[in-house]
């Protein structure tokens, strides 16, 4: 079955970086866009990066553009975010997720979630 | 960026009764590019309808999605137990962005 673990959270002082990891199993990861996405009580879902499946293309919100980079290594079967200057805007449940098909797509599978606390 | 309004922000329903939820984008979505997802206390969203109108795998067929253009519906037929959850669309049609959520409550 599809399985999606993230790792890598916690609580983490303004400005400085934090890296997230999504390992994927139970599919050919190799195959399926991959997407980050970000839960706050207050501002709901918002989804922030996304990258193709073969790593070529990569595009991102424009609340962290020249901050967070996405990233993936599909010979290990995982997905990155770089999260650099962090804010405490940025305090958030992170999901990772599959593309339904193509960039731009459906969420199909969720990773169960990771807790980024922006706090001095 | 296309603007997801979900409407009512909450239902408050009983088990056994139709559910009607909406969700009105700021501008057409191309191709019904329209999803629905669920999501529990505690839980990742699961993917409900794609494509407007399409079951994802294991949705039951109590779960209903139309619409087209700017406004869509998510209907639960006869409400169990556990749909009462927060109810999200998502379009990406244009880029990715959802709506704010509808909250499906026991009344």
């Known amino acids: 079955q599809v399985q999606l673990v993230e790792s890598g959270g916690g609580v983490v002082q303004p400005e400085r970086s934090l890296r997230l990891s999504c390992t994927a199993s139970g599919f050919t990861f190799s195959l399926y866009a991959m997407h980050w996405v970000r839960q706050t009580p207050g501002k709901g879902l918002e989804w922030v990066a996304l990258i193709s499946y073969d790593g070529m293309n990569k595009y991102s919100a424009d609340s962290v553009k020249g901050r967070f980079s996405i990233s993936r290594d599909n010979s290990k079967n995982t997905l990155y975010l770089q999260m650099n200057n962090l804010r405490t805007e940025d305090t958030a449940v992170y999901y990772c997720a599959r593309g339904g098909g193509g960039n731009y797509a459906y969420l199909d599978y969720w990773g169960q979630g990771m807790l980024v606390t922006v706090s001095s | 960026e296309i603007v997801l309004t979900q409407s009512p922000g909450t239902l408050s329903l009983s088990p056994g009764e139709r559910a009607t939820l909406s969700c009105r984008a700021s501008q057409s979505v191309s191709s019904s590019y329209l999803a629905w997802y669920q999501q529990k206390p505690g839980q990742a969203p699961r993917l409900l309808i794609y494509?407007?109108?399409s079951r994802a795998t294991g949705t039951p067929d109590r779960f209903s999605g139309s619409g087209s253009g700017t406004d869509f519906t998510l209907t639960i037929s006869r409400l169990e137990p556990e749909d009462f959850a927060v109810y999200y669309c998502?379009?990406?049609?244009?880029?990715?962005?959802f709506g704010g959520g509808t909250k499906v409550e026991i009344k």
């Open positions: 998502q379009q990406y049609g244009s880029s990715l962005t």
């Open positions: 494509g407007a109108s």
